[in-house]
């Protein structure tokens, strides 16, 4: 299955500052009032927002809670949370609910919120842009940098480890599981003998001459060869799929009766594990699924912020 993921849009919904002008930290939220809408938040309750970044989500949920609420939210990025600490505190007021940021990873849910507890749960997955504009933190190949691609800075593992230390066949099916590149072999073998490789630039340029002579068809000509390469590598290194069942399996455990769980993914796999849990969690009584199909970004959205245009939305309610 073909990713809906590129360059422009890798997983990232969150704009860094200046990008939008709401005089603070400039941000553009994803399906924003789609995701608020199918939160329904309660006046007063507890709703969590499980992937931070610049707090524009928390910024609506915290708005709508009043004084008596909590908002928790959660990231592994400890720069995106002292961003949002910044402006979740310059919007504050008589109104304003109780807030706890966590710098932690969303897979730690359970640790964290006690069973039953939460009225909402919202997690916007993938790249924030903070993350992704910054050459330094080694997301992007359109910029010169190091191969480092972790979401947070204190991982143990780094890009550049699972470029230059992972054997071949490994590191190839790293490339075709997490990035559904079919050509995952022959881009391998070919990083393998280009090692080593220390930035960005340079991991694009290997996998870019490894595919030049093969013939391209027209879904693979609209992205950038080096696109799931790079996406496999950050999944890979984040753990980002295993963080997001570990999130869906905790999710039923910490909402209340009628507690909200909305998800916005951006690429097939994230996509499959969200519907595929929502499906068995109906099956078995746990949920009543609010979106038959999975909601997009409306034109006007797109035309506002592309990187819009992936997003899928799907939400259901806890029985």
Known sequence: MALKEDEEDFGSTKAPKGAHGDGEVGHVSVLLKEAIDFLAIRRGGT????TLGLGGHSLEIAKRLGPQGHLIGFDKDTNALELAQQRLSRSGGD??????????????????????????LLADL???????????????????????????????VTADQVVNHMREEDLANVIYEFGEERRSRRIARAIVRARPIRTTAHLAQVISAALRSMKHDRAHEKIHPATR????????????????????TAAPQVLKKGGRLVVISFHS????????????GREKGVYNVLTKKPLTAAEEEIDRNPRSRSAKLRAAERK
């Open 126 to 156: 993938g790249v924030s842009s903070l993350q992704f504009s910054d050459a330094a933190r080694g997301f992007s190949f359109q910029a010169e940098g190091p191969l480092d691609m972790r979401m947070n800075p204190e991982g143990e």
């Open 229 to 248: 390469t790079f996406q496999a590598i950050r999944i890979f290194v984040n753990r980002e799929l295993d963080d997001l069942k570990a999130l869906l």
């Open 95 to 120: 109104n304003h609910p109780k807030i706890t940021l966590l710098h932690s990873s969303y897979a730690e849910l359970p640790q964290h919120v006690p069973p039953a507890s939460a009225d909402g």
């Open 47 to 50: 709703y969590i927002d499980a």
């Open 269 to 280: 796999l994230e996509d499959r594990i969200v519907k595929d849990s929502l499906r068995e």
